[in-house]
Every structure is written in structure tokens, then in C-alpha cells.
């Protein structure tokens, strides 16, 4: 893979035109015009032309031959590229995507608690130990401390899996983890470390079905806080 220069003004044309496009500012087909985008931002050409090259890299724009540059149909999308789910909820939290991700998680991490507990090491267990140990250090009154904790026992959980394909997921479950702890504020409450722990204990003791039965228990609650604040809205 090629690295691209990068400099403030680059990333800041990146970001931008990255989160126009993604949050539907710049709908799909709309042209991108580089001279404007010159001006517009007060960079080189090269900067442009460099920022255009990170962009189609995502999936996000393309380029014809007397069309020019123009954003790309959003099933050309990168979707689960870091940027680009950033991007897309910088501002706002969405319920749509909460419903998604609740969908993607049943799919992904039961099977890799029950993966995780025939492969775990000493090590694998020792972070997740460390992870549930540091959420419960939190309690109910640090937020950010309850979110770092939370993201590192399930990352923890996919790394003890020791499969290289989940582990690309943990990109996605980062970020929605945080958008739902925006959404369900106080998500993580002394009985969400008791279920970590049910997930923690059969991973301990090398029982695969028991650890997909408690992570499927998990997120199934996790699911349920978001339907509770959604409908609270």
C-alpha cells in the first residue's frame, strides 16, 4: 500500500469532505470539484489531489473521464473502515445504527467467546481479568473509565480467539460501544460487570458453550438498554 503525504491542511480537507459525504451533505452522485475545493480550504493542489486519492481509497468518491470527481454510490462505501465510521456519527448518535450493530455483535462475539475459551492463554486471561477488574474500579461514577474498561474487555475477548478475521471487527464494536454509551447513558452498571464476569468465568474455565451463552446474554441486554432509550426519546 502506497502511504500518502499527510499534513494539517490534508487531513483537514480529508476529514471534511469525508464527513460531508458520509453524513449525506454530499449525497451520492454529487460532483467534487477540486479547484473549489482549493479555495475553498486554502491548500495545494497536491493536497487535494492527495486527499481525493485517501477518499476513493474508502469507497467514497470516483472519477470517469469528462465527469470528473463525484461521490460514489454508498454501497461502494468502506463502511467499516475506522474514518469512516467516525465520520459518520462525529456528531449525532444513531439509532439505526445502534439496531445494526446489535445485530452484527450477536453474530461475532458469542462465537468468539466460544472460541476463546478452547484457544485462551495465560495472558488472554489475565487481560480480560485486568478489563473487568478496571470496570469495576469505575463503578457507576467515572463514564470514561466505565467506557476504556468495557472497550478493553471485549477486545481482550476477540484477541483470545486468537482469529484474525474477528479480530477486524473490533474496529466496529469500538465505535459503537461509544456511541451507545452516549445513547444509554450509565450503561454500564454493576450488573453489566456481573455478566462480563459469567463471560470471564466459563472463557477461565475452557467452557465453549456456557462463554457463547453468556456473551449472547450479554449483548441481548445490551440491545435491550438501547430499545429502552430509544422509546424514551
Known amino acids: 500500500m502506497t502511504d500518502h503525504p499527510r499534513s494539517g491542511a490534508h ?21 467534487v470539484d477540486p479547484v473549489a475545493l482549493e ?4 491548500v495545494s493542489r497536491t493536497a487535494v489531489r492527495e486527499a481525493l486519492r485517501v477518499l476513493s481509497a474508502k469507497g467514497l468518491v470516483g472519477a470517469r473521464p469528462r465527469r470528473g470527481t463525484f461521490v460514489a454510490p454508498r454501497e461502494q462505501w ?18 439505526v445504527f445502534l439496531d445494526e450493530l446489535g445485530e452484527v455483535r450477536l ?5 468468539a467467546a466460544r472460541l476463546a475459551a478452547s484457544r485462551r492463554t495465560d495472558r488472554d486471561l489475565a487481560d480480560l481479568e485486568d478489563a473487568l477488574a478496571a470496570m469495576r474500579s469505575a463503578g457507576e461514577k ?8 468495557d472497550l478493553a474487555f471485549h477486545d481482550a475477548l476477540l484477541r483470545a480467539a486468537h482469529n484474525e478475521l474477528l479480530l477486524q471487527m473490533s474496529v466496529v464494536i469500538e465505535v459503537g460501544l461509544r456511541l451507545r454509551d452516549q445513547f444509554v447513558h450509565g450503561a454500564l452498571t454493576t450488573e453489566s460487570a456481573d455478566k462480563h464476569a459469567e463471560v470471564l ?10 462463554a457463547e451463552t453468556a456473551m449472547r446474554a450479554l449483548i441481548e441486554k445490551s440491545i435491550a438498554d438501547v430499545e429502552i432509550a430509544k422509546k424514551a426519546i
Open 142 to 149: 467515572d463514564a470514561d473509565e466505565q467506557v476504556t474498561a
Open 39 to 42: 479555495s475553498q480550504f486554502g
Open 78 to 95: 468502506a463502511l467499516l473502515d475506522p474514518d469512516v465510521l467516525r465520520w459518520r456519527f462525529a456528531d449525532r448518535v444513531d439509532g
Open 11 to 31: 487531513d483537514r480537507l480529508v476529514t471534511s469532505l469525508g464527513t460531508s459525504i458520509v453524513t449525506g451533505e454530499l449525497p451520492p452522485d454529487s460532483d
Open 107 to 111: 453474530t461475532v462475539e458469542p462465537t
Open 201 to 210: 468465568l466459563a472463557v477461565r474455565k475452557q467452557r465453549p458453550k456456557a
